[in-house]
């Protein structure tokens, strides 16, 4: 909307129906004003308080924008740096202000040393989103080591204690959703893996008495893949602050004279109701995160071989595969890991990029050409991060692997970590891949990252502990240039499932694999958490047999699961029957009609799995003119059979046609979105698609 400067260095950052106000007071110091709703932009003011005791200094109780340490200013920092003659505090004035659009840059500088600190502010013009970053410059000749660096902090209005919604996930129960009420001292949300990883996630939701539909609710989300930190407390003085940013945990930066740095980006917002959460950040990734070449393109319904054949890849299972995903209607066929050097397991071959004659005997060309006959585009998998001991490259290349020589180093899934940091290394894995991608059709790339970072020596680095920050910044630099090169090529980012599905993944790789847990009851919850910040059209969901479960759901139930993100196909269909196979076929088919509106919809979570017992979300268009619900319960208790259904996000005034529990209906988006339809929820695995269409 508009960024309103107003007199006495306030700022007022306007955005579709809130205000976010900044301002620097007489003595340089960044304050924040205010987070919610808009006010008259005359009555923001900055009040200037004394300190309440000797204990209790006024810096203390200061709302602040972004707080170096130093002074008396006690609580947790954003930033904490030493200067060259081992001063260890920042003391900050004003410099001035740039205003570029819907872009507010205010300028600090420390009063004596040549840094200067940057604080970016990007208003969202059709959303409440604010994008905030900080820039950091080394003005001087000397170097400026940061101990703490993180993006940005926020001030919660409520003195009341808020509830913060992250997740406590692991490897195949990505996203599961932790409500954690703060009333005193600190909460942290962190990863220190190297990776954003699978259990805490890097953002604050932080609420009250909200639920889908209402209720205040202040977020804030990181774009940053590697070690992060999301730090909230609630101090004497009742006021709720949270930093988020790169982790300080074996951290260090240094800058050179005469660089500079750009901390990730965080993405902010202030809404009612998690509903609103979602939709904003669904449309802000779609518009402003994801990369450019994907981002408006509806996504191919995929074939990925890894649960039907794992390891055990060659040219005819694969072949066999692919004729059969052809016929069902699969777009794009990706072969998983197995394919290439000496790949039978998960002990060798990591690292050396290039086919398996054992496998391909006449190379990849014989499948790929036979899948592009087919009709589809092909994909391939590659885990460029990591090295088997027992691979060629390893015994080339011992020191390219993170180490210590006085230490073992860790072997988790038999594979060690490459040191990202070497430019040796990286150009070695940008090298491989171009070839791949130069020398075949490839048009699909799922690069994995099967394990986090240990014994993280890097005796390269003049600064080792800035490992963390370049490992991410490699995996990102790489993909970019591979995409630069090979625009047509889609990137999917997988970490033993959902371990690097962040907004920091999401700026580079086109879409992420959610969990390697595929059984659909279980990803009715998983799914529900990956909803709530991140974009749906990134959400990779496959219908697949789940080996290791006794006897899975039925295909309606898992296809209608998987058809609530970006459908992939993942069983043996080597064994289905034709029966199964026209039930793909169908499903597929029908996915490929109500696909715009799952990839680029709105999303209203109707009933929860696990408060409702039944899983109800439903995605509208943006005219309002098309939905479709997707109704799903493995079970229900105490003989539940009629359930009311209520819509949500048609247009009241439209009226609409549909067909439910095999009667036929048609009724405003009033009478749809207030009295509903009652549905007879019963048996094992009910489930039903519901398309709406306007009159
Ligand atoms: C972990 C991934 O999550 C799976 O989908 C599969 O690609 C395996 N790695 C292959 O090793």
Request: hydrophobic share 35%.
């Amino acid at each position: 909307m508009a960024i309103h400067l107003c007199e006495n260095n306030i700022f007022v950052l306007e955005t579709k129906n809130t205000h976010y106000v900044i301002g620097v007071d007489r003595y340089g110091h960044n304050r924040h004003l205010h987070w919610g709703k808009k006010c008259d932009i005359n009555d923001y003011f900055i009040e200037y308080i004394g300190d309440e005791n000797s204990n209790h200094t006024m810096l203390d109780d200061y709302h602040q924008e972004y707080t170096p340490f130093g002074g008396t200013m006690y609580r947790d920092c954003t930033v904490k740096a030493e200067f060259s003659d081992k001063c260890r505090e920042i003391s900050l004035k004003y410099d001035g202000y740039m205003l570029d659009g819907n872009t507010l840059s205010l300028t600090f500088s420390d009063k004596v040393y040549p840094l200067e600190i940057i604080l970016n502010y990007k208003a969202g013009d059709d959303d409440d989103i604010i994008t905030r970053w900080t820039t950091l410059k080394n003005n001087g000749s000397d170097k400026i080591r940061f101990e703490k660096l993180f993006s940005a902090e926020y001030n919660l209005p409520s003195k009341k204690p808020y509830t913060f919604k992250n997740t406590n996930g692991a490897w195949g129960g990505e996203f599961l959703e932790t409500n954690s009420v703060l009333e005193g001292g600190s909460m942290v949300f962190e990863s220190r893996r190297g990776t954003s990883g699978h259990n805490q996630s890097p953002y604050f939701i932080a609420y009250q008495n909200a639920d889908e539909k209402s209720g205040d609710v202040y977020f804030a989300t990181l774009a940053y893949s590697g070690s992060f930190k999301v730090s909230a407390s609630r101090d004497l003085f009742r006021t709720t602050r949270v930093i988020l940013g790169m982790n300080d945990f074996d951290f260090a930066f240094e800058l050179l004279g005469g660089e500079s740095f750009e901390t990730p980006e965080v993405y902010s917002g202030y809404v009612q109701g998690f509903g609103e959460m979602s939709r904003q950040m669904n449309k802000f990734a779609i518009k402003n995160i994801l990369p450019k070449s994907f981002n408006k393109k509806t996504l191919p319904v995929l074939y990925n071989s890894w649960e039907a054949t794992e390891f055990n890849v060659n040219v005819q299972n694969q072949i066999g595969l692919a004729e059969r995903a052809a016929e069902m209607g699969v777009e794009l066929f990706v072969m998983d890991d197995g394919w290439f050097g000496k790949r039978n397991n998960d002990r060798a071959g990591l690292g050396d990029w290039f086919v398996n004659r054992e496998k391909f005997p006449n190379g990849l060309d014989e499948l790929i050409n036979r899948v592009n006959e087919l009709g589809m585009d092909f994909g391939i998998w590659v885990e460029p991060e990591m090295v088997n001991a027992d691979s060629d490259l390893f015994r080339a290349h011992p020191d390219w692997a993170y180490h210590y020589d006085t230490r073992t180093a860790s072997e988790l899934r038999h594979q060690l970590v490459l040191n990202m940091t070497r430019k040796d290394v990286q150009e070695y894995i940008f090298g491989v891949l171009d070839d791949l991608l130069s020398n075949h059709n490839i048009k699909y790339v799922k690069w994995d990252m099967n394990r986090p970072l240990s014994e993280t020596g890097a005796e390269n680095l003049p600064c080792p502990q800035m490992l963390w920050y370049l490992h991410t910044k490699a995996v990102y630099d790489i993909v970019d240039k591979l995409k630069a090169k090979h625009p047509e090529t889609a990137f999917e980012s997988c970490s033993s499932g959902g371990g690097r599905s962040d907004l920091g993944a999401l700026t580079h790789f086109d879409q992420a694999w959610t969990s390697d847990n595929t059984d659909a009851v279980d990803r009715m919850v998983i799914q529900k958490g990956y909803s709530l910040i991140r974009p749906i059209k990134t959400m990779r969901a496959w219908v697949t047999d789940i080996a290791w479960i006794i006897k899975p759901a039925t295909l309606d139930f898992r296809f209608n699961i998987a058809m609530q993100g970006s459908l992939g196909i993942g069983g043996n269909l080597l064994k289905y029957s034709d029966e199964d196979l026209e039930t793909c076929k169908k499903y597929i088919s029908l996915y490929k009609e109500i696909r715009d509106l799952v990839q680029f919809g709105d999303l209203y979570r109707i009933m929860d799995i696990d408060k409702d017992e039944i899983s109800v979300n439903q995605y509208v268009n943006g005219e309002k003119t098309e939905s479709v619900v997707f109704i799903a319960a493995n079970g229900t208790r105490f003989y539940k059979k009629k359930v009311p259904l209520i819509f949500d996000g048609l247009d009241e005034n439209r009226r609409y046609t549909l067909t439910i529990g095999g009667k036929q209906y048609e009724k405003s988006g009033a009478y749809l979105m207030n009295v509903g339809i009652d549905i007879m929820v019963r048996g094992a695995y009910y489930n039903e698609i519901v398309r709406i269409h306007s009159v």
